[in-house]
């Protein structure tokens, strides 16, 4: 989505992740916040919560594991999880992808990984649809605030969220 305008971002985001979205929801971010842009999950999340979008919002920081249970006790079909990835595209950019694909990703600052994350949530629920919507960081160095880069990225994807959970 390189060049292209906010408007045009953000309508990709809202009709990929419209498209994906079965029933209720719940959008679970990763991110550490004093790692510079590895914390815009957890920005998300504060975003999603001040503008009310319909959905349920778990800022999971470094710890998702210690959310299987609060994620699972909301009968959500669907979790959105939120994450920094190396996509090698330009910073603050966002994709959408099937979780079966994230291991082509690179989400280096997190243990244990994302996938792991996934198959337990899915454990006795074969049917929950899980997709991932990564944004590239400009830098994760510790002690870094959050790019402007990534913050108008943040902007854009939370305004396709309002728009696709409408």
Sequence with gaps: MKGSSSSQRSAVLKAGIGERIKGRTAIVAIGNIL?????????????LK???VKADLFDC???????????LSTSCDTVILIDA?????APGDARIFA????????FSTHN???????????TGR????????SVQPKTTNLGDALSREVLEGL???????LEALA
């Excluded at 979780?99 to 690179?106: D, G, L, R, Y």
């Excluded at 902007?155 to 969220?161: S, T, V």
């Design 155 to 161: 902007e854009i994807l939370a305004g396709a969220f």
């Design 61 to 71: 920081g470094t710890a998702p594991e210690n959310y299987i249970f609060p994620i």
């Design 35 to 47: 790692r510079g842009d590895d914390g815009l999950g957890p920005k998300l999340i504060e975003m």
């Design 85 to 89: 990835a190396d996509m090698r595209i």
């Design 126 to 133: 074969d049917n929950l649809n899980i997709f991932v919507v």
């Design 99 to 106: 979780i079966e694909s994230i291991a082509n990703v690179s």
């Design 112 to 122: 244990p990984s994302p996938r792991l994350f996934t198959d337990l949530l899915k």
């Design 50 to 52: 001040s503008r009310s």
